[in-house]
């Protein structure tokens, strides 16, 4: 067993950094005197194009030797959106005095001439017509998406855009490049930091530190295979997960190529023509090119020598069935490929895996008709084609997109797949990714169609399970999925609502406080309270003991009221340095908002990081102890996790008591695909503790005072089915709102293209009438502020009578 060999870069959100406000001096005269971009070609491998990669090639004009020591080469879209991230190639060395360096991008599956020996080597496959380079002092990404903003980060030692770039230096981005010509500056190296005019397009010259040019077709593998073997691919897949064969050499493995990687995880998927007639024996499987980009195209017939290994990119994932440390040889080229298998309603089974009890499934006999996971291994490796799928997760920054090939399974009412029981998996749901770097997936919302065919290989990865490679892919038909408006509640009504604004501080980008903001002021009407998860502390994930957030709250207050709404005013107890969880150095806390024109905070001193705060029982009723103030701060319950925080309001003179939540995330439990089933979630003991602390503090307030109002909402990071809500509602003494309204409204979050519940609102006996709404404005959406919807309940504190929605 192989298990976490780092094979790609996986990018876990983007820090918001400030920029330098000092602009970017012209340091690079004409001719320039140092290192700078000299020529640009993104074609490589493309249709029509003779190179096979993607180069990048600076230059030095000196007379002295230009360190490149712990710099790198980055690469920005053309026209990068709010989640287009620069992609980053490391240098090493030195560009000697009038000399060149070359850095190796992505391969593609066309070209027949291979560059001079690359001087680095990267993996960004770079678009041919347009796009953005830097050449950069340093190795983190950039964060800057425009052309001004870029020119204020001194980090940044050259720039070149080209095509339809919009970051570029000067009046406008160099053109005329394409598959077959690439941009570059002439032989003085002219650079008046005017890209458009320092730039012209031509034959792709890459030229490496030792003065080497291209040349030469791309040799194959000596010492490759001549003649079959005995093994066939479905004698190395077996009938189980794993391989029969695992850690064995196999020669001469026959196949056709069906699918080419170059990115991440490089490699190539062969298929058998001629499969046995068992359906869970596998006929495709993954060969392994580790750092070398592969040398050969769909449609290659293939032998294939190496060793059979079982990849496992985690320890509670399943396997991927590899050939590696290949030797292949080409027999002949443009074969036509083996027929996919179409997945769609009535092929894939409705159950999802069978049980092991809680252990391992890799050794039991697949049954690819009675369970969906067990038919998506048997074809692993193998063409598969989908067909008008329905969209049931956004495309992500990382260019994936989630659709369901069972148009009618546990459909919501947007057009998602609702994730209801852990008992009743979605099986029609399946990840899509693009093998063509120049021809990404769709930018679609949930309830969009991928129309048409959309063929390739099915894969495996640690997130989100089997996924299919598409080689070719569908068209998009978007159905224009809205952004929903909840209504103004009435001057008698208090308003209440929960909003996770994700790891929001003062260095965002002022874009992601307006969008937050009109997600406030207009599409859920200016609540009278708003209870915020995720505010982080002034300075970000910066740890200097910073633990205030005053400024993110100014900004994201003042955005609200550009945006039409109030201006509110806040409360929050700030938490220990590095005690509540979250970002390192972010300091996340629990935060309310409230509109000092419609409601009354009590404030009560005594409530700090540390101090319980208490129910107590008076004449009139019940108050706080502090207000604000935290539950059961020191509980280990609470360890390395946010706090609640409890506020006091009077609405007309009334009180209401507030608690704003955020438990412990579900990381660390084993994931619905994985190799352990019934998966364990080991996240939900710690949950249930906190959902247990919470219930106690309200019993204490109801014991004071069995009418008292109470709201208890937030991001409690768990489902209304789980134990977790069982917990927190025991002795009935709160009510979880979401379910009262119809099962397909029932979500606010999307994970992995399940439509789910993880944002909660509830109340105790004492709020005998509310309206309750979930406002879908981030979920579902490719373009989000955050990855929640939010959430609100309008009460009227004066409304006789039972509950109800």
């Not at 596998?282 to 580790?290: D, N, S």
């Not at 195209?297 to 990849?311: C, I, M, N, P, Q």
């Not at 309204?741 to 004492?766: F, K, R």
């Amino acid at each position: 067993m192989h298990i976490s060999r780092p094979r790609s870069v996986l990018l876990a959100g983007a820090v918001a950094v400030t920029l330098s406000a000092t602009a970017l001096p012209a340091a690079f005269a004409a001719p320039s005197s140092t290192a700078v971009i000299s020529e640009v070609y993104g074609g490589g491998g493309n249709s029509g194009a003779t190179l096979a990669r993607d180069f990048i090639e600076l230059a030095n004009a000196g007379s002295a030797s230009y360190d490149l020591s712990g710099f790198s080469v980055q690469y920005l879209p053309a026209s990068p959106s709010a989640g287009s991230l620069w992609q980053v190639s490391a240098l090493s060395g030195s560009v000697a005095p009038s000399g060149r360096y070359l850095v190796a991008e992505a391969a593609g599956t066309g070209g027949t001439v291979a560059l001079p020996a690359p001087d680095a080597t990267g993996t960004v496959a770079m678009a041919a017509g347009g796009g953005t380079v830097a050449l950069v002092s340093g190795t983190t990404p950039l964060t800057c998406k425009t052309a001004a903003d870029c020119a204020a980060d001194t980090r940044i030692v050259d720039l070149v855009g080209y095509g339809s770039a919009v970051v570029r230096e000067g009046s406008g981005p160099a053109t005329g490049a394409s598959n077959t010509s690439s941009v570059a500056r002439g032989a003085s190296l002219v650079d008046t930091d005017d890209n458009a005019a320092d730039l012209t397009a031509g034959t792709p010259t890459p030229v490496n530190s030792a003065g080497e040019t291209s040349g030469g077709s791309g040799p194959q593998d000596p010492g490759g295979p001549t003649e079959p073997g005995t093994v066939r691919i479905h004698d190395i897949q077996g009938t189980t997960r794993v391989s029969p064969l695992e850690g064995r050499p196999v020669t001469g493995v026959p196949g056709i190529v069906t699918g080419v990687r170059t990115t991440g995880s490089r490699g190539f998927w062969i298929q058998d023509t001629a499969p046995d007639t068992d359906a869970r024996t596998g006929e495709g499987v993954f060969v392994y090119t580790g750092s070398t980009a592969p040398d050969v195209a769909v449609g290659d017939s293939v032998l294939v020598s190496g060793k059979v290994d079982e990849y496992y990119p985690s320890s509670t994932t399943q396997s991927i069935t590899e050939i590696t440390a290949p030797k292949t040889t080409v027999l002949s080229s443009g074969n036509a490929l083996p027929a996919p298998v179409v997945l769609d309603a009535a092929s894939v089974p409705d159950a999802y895996v069978p049980s092991a009890d809680g252990g391992s499934i890799d050794s039991l006999t697949l049954d690819p008709s009675a369970y969906a996971l067990d038919l998506y291994e048997s074809l692993e490796g193998a063409r598969v084609e989908i067909s008008d799928t329905r969209v049931t997760g956004a495309t992500t920054a990382y260019d994936e997109v989630w659709v369901s090939v069972k148009p009618d399974e546990n459909r919501t009412r947007r057009g998602g797949t609702l994730y209801s029981s852990y008992d009743d998996q979605n099986t029609g749901r399946i990840k899509v990714m693009s093998l063509a770097p120049d021809r990404p997936v769709p930018v679609a919302d949930v309830g969009d169609v991928l129309s048409g065919a959309t063929t390739g290989v099915m894969d495996y990865a640690s997130f989100g399970g089997y996924n299919l490679q598409a080689t070719e892919l569908g068209t998009l038909t978007d159905n224009h999925l809205g952004r929903e408006v909840t209504r103004k509640q009435k001057g008698k009504e208090l308003a209440v609502a929960t909003y996770n604004v994700e790891n929001l501080d003062a260095l965002d980008e002022q874009a992601k406080f307006d969008t937050l903001a009109e997600g406030v002021a207009a599409n859920l009407s200016s609540p009278d309270i708003v209870s915020l998860e995720e505010i982080q502390d002034d300075n970000g994930a910066v740890n200097d003991g910073t633990v205030g957030s005053e400024a993110t709250l100014k900004r994201f207050t003042d955005a609200i009221v550009a945006a039409g709404g109030p201006q509110y005013a806040w409360r929050y107890v700030a938490p220990e340095n590095g005690k509540d969880g979250g970002e390192p150095g972010g300091n996340i806390r629990n935060v309310f908002l409230f509109n000092p024109e419609r409601v009354d905070f009590v404030d009560r001193a005594g409530g700090d990081a540390t101090t319980a705060v208490t129910a107590v029982k008076t004449k009139k009723g019940v108050t706080l102890s502090a207000s604000p103030g935290r539950i059961a701060p020191t509980s280990d319950a609470w360890a390395d996790s946010r706090k609640p925080l409890v506020g006091e309001f009077r609405f007309h003179g009334k009180p209401v008591f507030v608690i704003g939540n955020h438990f412990t995330s579900k990381g660390g439990d084993q994931p619905l695909h994985g190799r352990y089933q019934e998966p364990r979630r080991s996240s939900e003991t710690k949950r249930v503790k906190q959902a247990a602390e919470v219930n106690t503090f309200v019993k204490s307030l109801l014991a004071a005072d069995d009418s008292a109002r109470v709201i208890t909402l937030g991001d409690l990071n768990d489902f209304a089915f789980s134990p977790t809500m069982d917990a927190l509602t025991s002795g009935e003494v709160l009510k979880p709102l979401i379910t009262t309204l119809p099962a397909s409204e029932q979500y606010s979050y999307v994970y992995e293209g399940n439509s789910q519940t993880l944002d909660h609102i509830l109340t105790s006996p004492g709020v005998r009438r509310f309206d309750y709404d979930v406002v879908h404005i981030n979920a579902e959406f490719a373009d989000q502020a955050s990855d929640h919807d939010p959430q609100i309940v309008r009460v009227d504190v004066n409304a006789p009578g039972h509950g109800g929605h």
